[in-house]
């Protein structure tokens, strides 16, 4: 597989919304009823780079999925945990692509000084046509642990569906945290 990983740029916001946009049109994985206009897709990720990670899959084809991280709390003790979200282009899912995407970010949060990465994922008991169980496979596949379940708390395509938290600690909570590096501030060898 012959990918890149790299800093999204704000000249992706289009091909990476056209990656979002059968996740809200065609699935309950989003719980979004219509998907962002590009100008609010690249607000979105101009302000995700102010501190941090938000990464593009580029190959030959073009971008075939991102991933990004978003602060989970806007307080400040919540500095160290991350909400994480993984989006692959339809049809290129089990080739792999989700997986250097998570790595790459989880080496950044990690350089980052972040300790805890979290996932707000949907799921159902009963896959239909709209949702399968395959994001929270893949993040247990990745270390993560199931956190939390949110019964019946989205409704879309006249279904009702859960939402559940997953969690990977990354970092060790014991003692003081160093503080959190943006990624603007990262040694660029890293990026």
């Keep these: 597989m012959n990918c890149k990983i790299r800093l999204a740029r704000p ?3 289009e091909e990476l919304l056209e990656i979002f946009r059968p996740y809200v049109l065609e699935t309950a994985v989003a719980f979004n009823y219509e998907p962002p206009s590009p100008e609010e897709f690249r607000n979105t990720m101009a302000d995700r780079l102010r501190r941090y990670p938000y990464l593009a899959a ?4 073009g971008l075939v999925g991102y ?6 709390k806007a307080r400040a003790a919540y500095d160290w945990a991350v909400e994480t979200s993984i989006y692959v282009k339809q049809g290129h899912a089990g080739q792999g692509y989700g997986r250097l995407l998570h790595d790459r970010l989880e080496a950044l949060l990690k350089a980052q000084n972040i300790l805890s990465m979290y996932a707000c994922i949907a799921y159902t008991d009963h896959e239909d046509a709209h949702l399968t169980n395959n994001s929270m496979h893949f993040h247990a596949h990745m270390g993560y642990e199931l956190t939390a379940k949110f019964p019946k708390c989205g409704y879309k395509f006249d279904n009702w569906y859960d939402m559940i938290w997953m969690h990977k600690e990354i970092g ?5 945290p160093s503080p959190v590096i943006p990624i603007t501030a990262l040694d660029a060898k890293l990026l």
């Design 11 to 13: 000249q992706d916001a």
């Design 58 to 61: 580029e190959t030959e084809e």
């Design 67 to 72: 991933a990004y991280a978003s602060p989970f």
């Design 172 to 176: 060790s909570h014991d003692g003081p």
